[in-house]
């Protein structure tokens, strides 16, 4: 039971997953253009939600709002599923695969075998796609692996239904009808807006003022929490940024992308102005976890080595709050 899909490695799970399942279904929709019309770009800071003992930072809207959005706006509807039964959770999903119906799972990584040890810990939104069974492995198309992988019953039900923050209770979903054309343009513009608005957002936990927020607490971290604590904090900052899904640095590159294409759709050569600054942003953003790490790693040399790098997330907040100003300008 192997149904004929083609995989597309990306940068990102859940954009890769979209833009692989609509072109099975015959739609050619790369995966900035995804994750632009799905607004999936943010920044948020959650203190009262924690994930291996550190509050979580955010970079992404919530698993799932990428691809609820990008469907609404261009016609798509979409089949969600949960399950308190393993069991029925699989049957389901055979269902699918043997009506020739690859399907989208949303995983937790910490028991994924096939990721590398330094990547498995407890985060709950990873996606991937089932496009079959041999025997009693599943054949899985992650997007973010180079190539097609597979796992077996148990291994897919582990990871279908492991426990914590983001639990996804066996959360599979799928395209069920699509329109005879996709309209790009308003859709676009759609994504943009929201995108903008949420960037903007006038309250402290939200877009450029989030970011303000985390690198006033950089400063208080080391006298209030310690030094040992302090650097788990900022390690988590990072691992979210760079490790796991949630994309800092590389989803500002990944918008630049989408801005790039959108302006030939939308023929306005001001996004594509706008899509090299958003790339030179995300270039300091890498720069930031770079010293960062330093510094939770301790091998930065540098004193007062907490206020440096506070002092670079509010140059990235002061930066970020005029480019999406000028984007909501432009559209």
Same mark, same amino acid.
């Given at each position: 039971?192997?149904?004929? *899909?083609?995989?597309?490695?990306?940068?990102?799970?859940?954009?890769?997953? %979209?833009?692989?399942?609509?072109? $099975?279904?015959?739609?050619?929709?790369?995966?900035?253009?995804? $994750?632009?019309?799905?607004?999936?770009?943010? $920044?948020?800071?959650?203190?009262?939600?924690?994930?291996?003992?550190?509050?979580?930072?955010?970079?992404? %809207?919530?698993?799932?709002?990428?691809?609820?959005?990008?469907?609404?706006?261009?016609? %798509?509807?979409?089949?969600?599923?949960?399950?308190?039964?393993?069991?029925?959770?699989?049957?389901?999903?055979?269902?699918?695969?043997?009506?020739?119906?690859?399907?989208?799972?949303?995983?937790?990584?910490?028991?994924?075998?096939?990721?590398?040890? +330094?990547?498995? /810990?407890?985060?709950?939104?990873?996606?991937?796609?089932?496009?079959?069974?041999?025997?009693?492995?599943?054949?899985?198309?992650?997007?973010?692996?180079?190539?097609?992988?597979?796992?077996?019953?148990?291994?897919?039900?582990?990871?279908?239904?492991?426990?914590?923050? $983001?639990?996804?209770?066996?959360?599979?979903?799928?395209?069920?009808?699509?329109? +005879?054309?996709?309209?790009?343009?308003?859709?676009?513009?759609?994504?943009?807006?929201?995108?903008?608005?949420?960037?903007?957002?006038?309250?402290?936990?939200?877009?450029?003022?989030?970011?303000?927020?985390?690198?006033?607490?950089?400063?208080?971290?080391?006298?209030?929490?310690?030094?040992?604590?302090?650097?788990?904090?900022?390690?988590?900052?990072?691992?979210?940024?760079?490790?796991?899904?949630?994309?800092?640095?590389? *989803?500002?590159?990944?918008?630049?992308? /989408?801005?790039?294409?959108?302006?030939?759709?939308?023929?306005?050569?001001?996004?594509?102005?706008?899509?090299?600054?958003?790339?030179?942003?995300?270039?300091?953003?890498?720069?930031?976890?770079?010293?960062?790490?330093?510094?939770?790693?301790?091998?930065?040399?540098?004193?007062?080595?907490?206020?440096?790098?506070?002092?670079?997330?509010?140059?990235?907040?002061?930066?970020?709050?005029?480019?999406?100003?000028?984007?909501?300008?432009?559209?």
């Amino acid at each position: 039971m192997e149904i004929n *899909f083609t995989h597309k490695q990306s940068a990102h799970c859940e954009n890769g997953v %979209v833009s692989n399942l609509m072109r $099975f279904n015959g739609f050619e929709v790369s995966e900035p253009m995804v $994750f632009g019309i799905g607004s999936g770009l943010l $920044f948020s800071y959650l203190p009262f939600l924690k994930v291996n003992h550190a509050p979580v930072v955010t970079y992404r %809207v919530m698993p799932g709002f990428i691809f609820n959005r990008f469907a609404k706006r261009v016609g %798509v509807k979409i089949k969600r599923e949960k399950f308190k039964n393993p069991k029925q959770a699989q049957q389901r999903l055979e269902e699918n695969l043997k009506n020739n119906n690859p399907v989208g799972l949303q995983v937790g990584v910490y028991n994924l075998l096939y990721f590398p040890d +330094e990547y498995r /810990f407890h985060f709950n939104a990873h996606n991937m796609v089932v496009y079959g069974k041999k025997e009693d492995r599943y054949l899985i198309s992650d997007p973010v692996m180079e190539d097609v992988t597979s796992l077996s019953e148990k291994e897919l039900e582990k990871v279908r239904f492991a426990k914590g923050a $983001f639990a996804p209770k066996g959360h599979m979903y799928y395209p069920i009808s699509f329109p +005879e054309k996709l309209d790009l343009e308003k859709a676009i513009i759609k994504g943009i807006k929201h995108t903008c608005k949420d960037m903007t957002a006038p309250v402290p936990i939200v877009g450029v003022r989030a970011i303000k927020k985390i690198a006033k607490l950089i400063r208080k971290w080391p006298a209030k929490k310690g030094i040992k604590t302090a650097n788990h904090y900022l390690g988590q900052i990072v691992r979210m940024q760079e490790e796991i899904g949630t994309g800092g640095g590389g *989803f500002r590159y990944i918008y630049g992308a /989408f801005l790039q294409e959108a302006s030939k759709i939308l023929d306005n050569p001001k996004l594509t102005e706008l899509s090299v600054e958003i790339t030179k942003i995300g270039d300091l953003w890498r720069d930031f976890a770079v010293d960062a790490s330093r510094i939770y790693k301790n091998r930065s040399a540098q004193e007062d080595a907490y206020n440096k790098i506070a002092s670079q997330l509010e140059e990235i907040a002061q930066l970020e709050e005029i480019f999406f100003k000028k984007l909501k300008k432009a559209i």
